[in-house]
């Protein structure tokens, strides 16, 4: 199921933007194969087959240090399309699985890479985190509000947003001109240039002198008193957006604002702290539901802000059943969504003895040697 039924994807065991890249290639039908290596410290969020981020996977434990682990992974991936792997450069060829090795293996193999930096550059062979891919590239500076400090935006702009869905997205493309050439190639995807093109829009604003360095003082960046969030009288909040003319007019209205000749300028940045701070006092005269039974149907750009424990109960999402329950753990349903070839529903990766010889069986191994390697620890 899925519009990527038939690929098979290795996936060299990581954490963050990789495992999301396998996450939305499995989502989307790829068989996903993730080899964790066998002497790997602890998850950091516990056991990988309880990650969200590792789901719809089959998962494998292998030795890389041993040559015979390092034949496993190659012989794995002369039977995949495409590989990935987020280590630093130089790791991945240390361990004789680099790209040369694999591609002259399996011509038509596309190899992803995923780091923060890219593979080459003064910066190539430094650690780094979101944080410090997203400063690089400028939009970490873009965010917060006016006279604070930028503000770390989660792991949303580097990691998932300008990493793993940049990655997912190039080994797509480039298993595509595969199919049509019989020839893969390497996709080096770096967290600080998929940030930056997810800030394409901002450097057009830039540009043509509508966006201002001051954080906190543009349209879209809580500048605006109708572009923000609200308090309200319960302690949660609501958020507007009404950027265009006719959805702020009907703003206005609801909050019976129409004749208030102070909010009729809307683009005049001097009124926007004072709009604010009316619109603040307003906010906090009624609660989040009282305001959603206000605004909720209209065009006015309202939505309440749903913490993560009330997202999947809200009437839109449970509508649109954009929340899975898998073993007890709530998470995303898979996105997008395709007329004429629905994902499955998605499940737990699957490990252990039995599925480690199943897909080792398929490639060529027979019970003995599975045993065998199982004894000696190539595999656990």
Known sequence: MGPLSGIRIIEIAGIGPGPFCGMMLADHGAEVIRVDRAAAAPALFGAPEKDVL??????????????????????????ADGLIEGFRPGVMERLGLGPDVLLNDNPKLVYGRMTGWGQSGPYSHTAGHDINYIALSGALHAIGRAGQKPLPPINLVGDFGGGGMMLAFGMVAALL??????????????????????????????????????????IIDSGAHFYDTYETSDGEFISLGAVEPQFY?????????????????????RRWPRLKDRLTVLFKTRTRDEWCMVFEGTDACFAPVMSMAEAPAHAHNAARNAFVEIDGLVQPAPAPRYSATPTNEPTAMMSGETVTAKLLGDIGYSANEVAKMRSTGIIM
């Open 54 to 79: 590792n789901r719809s996977r089959t998962g494998i434990s292998v030795n890389l240090k041993d040559p015979e682990g390092t034949a496993l992974v190659r012989r794995l991936c002369r039977s």
């Open 177 to 218: 001109k595969a199919r049509e050439s019989g020839t893969g190639q390497v996709v080096d995807c770096a967290m600080t240039e998929g940030s930056a093109v997810l800030m394409s829009m901002m450097y057009s604003i830039r540009s043509s002198g509508h966006w201002s360095d001051e954080r906190g003082s543009n």
């Open 249 to 269: 007019r009907q703003l206005l209205e609801l909050l019976g604002l129409s004749n208030d000749d102070e909010f009729q300028a809307q683009m005049d940045k």
